[in-house]
């Protein structure tokens, strides 16, 4: 009898240790996975980004990382993806996610996940990296989702043709701004996007916010919409943090009268 206790116990034992090894394994991954940058990334000639959050070897042609083959058209993402194992697609509208297996030896010796965007929100983006849960919800957009962000129009300075915008952040993140900006109006209970009559483009800076966690920018939005209608609006800017490969957009909504 006392054999067969302890051969529970120590299969009690056993079992804790072996929990907790995978909790343990669990946590590793999520901080690893927490880590992920996407310090790499390329444009192609549709306008498709592809963001990297490691680096990829390309041994078809060695004097390329895959980066490089994507940017010279040595390689296109649809054959790409050809040579990964097809994993899942979303309920996004049609984003699919694919893991590399290193034993079959075309992109170096490390496995990585890949998905391909193909979403309701229009990103067709593609995204690289170590860990599948560092590519959770790259494919949707992100609208006033982080806390301590915020936007408004500064009081007396809203025009048809423009305003000033005052952004406050007292998030923990080393959140940037840059120049754009997009307008949507209120129509049929949604949101929808004005069409630029002129092309526009916009300088590549970026912008933090001062001592007081506020950054004041001014909006000129008469060249690139023309003269605002009377309706109700929002103004739209993107922000993310360096490495992060997300864009998460903050609004402010005004009426024109």
């Known amino acids: 009898m006392k054999n067969k206790i302890l051969a529970i116990m120590f299969s009690g034992i056993s079992i804790f240790t072996i929990t907790a090894c995978a909790k343990e394994e669990q946590i590793n991954e999520r901080q690893n ?18 963001h990297f959050a490691l680096e990829v070897p390309y041994l078809e042609n060695e004097k390329y990382d895959l980066m490089d083959a994507f940017l010279y058209n040595e390689i296109t993402p649809e054959d790409f993806v050809k040579k990964l194992e ?12 694919y893991k590399y297996n290193k034993v079959k030896k075309e992109f170096g010796d490390e496995d990585f996940y ?3 965007c193909n979403s309701t929100d229009n990103i067709k983006d593609m995204y690289i990296a170590k860990y599948r849960e560092t590519l959770e919800n790259k494919c949707s957009l992100k609208i006033d989702d982080l806390e301590g962000v915020s936007m408004s129009i500064r009081e ?11 952004i406050t952040d007292t998030s923990n993140r080393e959140n940037i701004y840059g120049e754009f900006y997009a307008i949507q109006k209120h129509e049929n209970n949604g949101w929808i996007n004005l069409e ?3 092309d526009m483009a916009f300088n590549s800076i970026g912008y933090q916010v001062d001592k007081n966690n ?5 909006v000129d939005w008469e060249y690139y919409y023309g003269k605002l209608e009377k309706g109700t609006y929002r103004i739209l800017k993107n922000t993310s943090e360096p490495g992060e490969a997300t864009e998460h957009y903050i609004t402010a909504e005004f009426t024109i009268e």
């Open 33 to 50: 996975t927490l880590a992920e940058h996407f310090s790499w990334g390329t444009t192609l000639d549709d306008g498709r980004h592809i």
């Open 86 to 97: 097809y994993l899942d697609i979303l309920k996004d509208g049609g984003s699919k996610i």
């Open 114 to 116: 890949v998905i391909s």
């Open 156 to 166: 007396g300075t809203l025009t048809k043709k423009g305003a000033t915008i005052i």
């Open 196 to 198: 630029p009559i002129n």
């Open 214 to 218: 506020t950054l004041e920018l001014k």
